[in-house]
């Protein structure tokens, strides 16, 4: 929650309450519906109001600052129950839940009932679960010595039992980790019972040109970046797909993800799942909206380096970061939006290899798949018979995939040719196939 806390009332008749801004709609606020407003995000402010929470366009909001007598009297507490119910009123429906350790803005409090913001969500939470305080700031959730005893070398970064995990580098840090998809995969296979081995190892091949299960990056315009996939929290004031990874592990493994994130105050808000694109979303902290970027800064902290290099090393974040890995195919493989010429992209390329290098361009550029294919397909038109692809073999896929690759070369993807060049030598060593049809989803 922002110390300086504003409030509004809606100024139309109808205004759409939305997952994210321009995302999806969760609900039609009334004229005169009072809001609180969390954030503001360019032309969107984050706000509570009607027992909901969400984002609204600014222009139709009448803002007004708060009342002396209203920012005064706020409170904040931290939930003390392993789980609290929040509920749409006093003893009514339950609408949602916070986690041991969440904490959540106070503003009333009646015959045993608080009303609450916290993680996005707002609503009435029994009193006695919810320890409180006076002011509107709880320090931050830490581990003080754990962050004490985190060291700096130079430019080289130190666990607190001596390890070497991270290096200074601008504003931030970066790390590349140890552990890779294909030893975590061949040693719990038990894991990801009912996946191919085929869709297994197209992702392996892919991951060795993105990072480690424990690799991160806090430097760069992303401000945190983890994982296999180096998923972030997005770029300036955009939503990330991260935040979207972390909720996964929320709702799959709530202590993983209570011991590594929750305890410091790490939340996922807004995370919004749109057909044919990858979930979004945004971090809280504390309570507090990490959508500007100087929010997202916070992130940027050795601590933050450190416990999402910590996370990486538990076995149930690495699962996770598998699962959500591989759904990455599925948002352009067999999809009518993506059809090149009204043939899935399926019906052109359907090898191992092939698969693999738009997975990879799909990790890097999600906006140029399937584009770049469609412009190769034209290309070799008057080479192949490009309005049958399901009467092609080896040959007519692989010259394809030659063009693909050369245009792919041409566009911003980040080090396209040497990316492709780990992905085709993982094809000459028979890790994965080039031949036609080899690739099972």
């Known amino acids: 929650m922002a110390h300086d806390s504003l409030f509004g009332k809606v100024a139309v008749d109808a205004l759409n309450l939305r997952a994210?801004?321009?995302?999806?709609?969760?609900?039609?606020?009334?004229?005169?519906?009072?809001?609180?407003?969390?954030?503001?995000?360019g032309d969107w402010l984050q706000v509570t109001g009607g027992g909901l929470s969400g984002f609204v366009k600014s222009e139709f909001v009448k803002v007004k600052p708060p009342s002396v007598e209203k920012a005064s009297s706020?409170?904040?507490?931290?939930?003390?129950?392993?789980?609290?119910?929040?509920?749409?009123?006093p003893g009514g429906s339950v609408i949602g839940g916070f986690p041991e350790g969440t904490v959540v803005e106070v503003y009333n409090e009646e015959d045993g009932w608080l009303s609450v913001t916290g993680n996005g969500l707002s609503g009435y939470v029994k009193s006695e679960?919810?320890?409180?305080?006076?002011?509107?700031?709880?320090?931050?959730?830490e581990n003080q010595e754990e962050c004490a005893a985190l060291r700096l070398a130079g430019n080289e970064a130190f666990t607190p039992d001596g390890k070497r995990f991270a290096k200074k580098f601008k504003e931030g840090f970066f790390g590349y980790g140890s552990t890779d998809i294909d030893s975590f995969v061949r040693n719990n296979r038990d894991r990801f019972?009912?996946?191919p081995d085929s869709l297994l190892r197209v992702l392996r091949a892919v991951s060795e040109n993105e990072g480690k299960y424990e690799a991160i990056n806090t430097w760069d315009n992303a401000f945190l970046s983890f994982g296999i996939f180096q998923w972030t929290s997005g770029a300036g004031s955009e939503a990330g797909e991260l935040p979207a990874v972390v909720q996964r592990l929320h709702k799959a493994y709530p202590h993983t993800f209570e011991t590594c994130f929750g305890r410091y105050g790490l939340a996922a808000v807004g995370v919004t799942?749109?057909?044919?694109s990858a979930p979004v979303g945004y971090f809280s902290l504390n309570g507090v909206l990490l959508a500007a970027g100087e929010a997202k800064s916070a992130l940027r902290s050795l601590q933050w380096a450190y416990r999402f290099w910590s996370a990486g090393h538990d076995d149930n974040v690495r699962e996770v970061q598998t699962l959500h890995a591989l759904e990455r195919i599925k948002l352009f493989y067999h999809l009518d939006r993506c059809r090149i010429r009204g043939f899935y992209v399926d019906d052109y390329i359907s090898s191992e290899c092939g698969v693999a290098l738009l997975l990879d361009q799909h990790v890097n550029r999600p906006g140029h798949v399937p584009a770049t294919l469609a412009k190769a397909v034209e290309a070799v038109s008057g080479e192949i018979d490009t309005a049958h692809p399901g009467s092609w073999g080896d040959d007519e896929e692989g010259l394809l995939l030659k063009k693909y690759l050369e245009l792919r070369n041409r566009t911003s993807m980040t080090d396209s040719q040497s990316r492709a060049d780990k992905i085709l030598r993982k094809a000459e060593a028979g890790f994965i196939s080039n031949r036609r049809s080899s690739f099972v989803l």
């Open 20 to 41: 994210s801004p321009g995302g999806v709609v969760l609900a039609v606020l009334s004229h005169g519906t009072d809001l609180e407003i969390i954030n503001r995000m």
């Open 74 to 89: 706020s409170r904040t507490g931290r939930v003390n129950v392993h789980l609290l119910n929040l509920r749409a009123e």
């Open 129 to 141: 679960y919810v320890s409180l305080r006076e002011g509107n700031v709880i320090p931050p959730l």
């Open 193 to 195: 019972a009912g996946t």
């Open 273 to 276: 799942n749109r057909p044919g």
